[in-house]
């Protein structure tokens, strides 16, 4: 018994790590990156965006001065780890990014 909850608790909560989609934030992994003059386009999972994002465009864009950001980007899709992108409420062209946060996956 105690190891079907065990096992049970371990699905609930990986099952919850793959991916989440939020109003402000998207969680999971990098499938894809590339560049334009303005900054550092992102896709996670399967073109998932947050609910906020309303343009129909399937990238967010990581400002070109946020370097931070933008190393710390390429760093977890180099390292194939997960993150959660936060964006903010700007629906007009690409999600803008505010914050990128990488976690074990």
Known sequence: ????????INVLFSVNAIA?????HVSG?????????????????ANEVPK???????????????TAMTSLTLTAWTLKRGVTVYTSADSSG???VIQVDPHES
């Open 1 to 8: 018994m105690f190891l079907r909850v065990f096992i049970f």
């Open 20 to 24: 989440a989609v939020g109003k402000g």
């Open 29 to 45: 992994k990098i499938t894809n990156i590339t560049s334009i003059s303005s900054g550092l386009l992102v896709r996670i999972n």
């Open 52 to 66: 906020h994002c309303t343009s129909g465009r399937v990238w967010m864009l990581i400002k070109q001065e946020n």
């Open 94 to 96: 690409y999600c803008k």
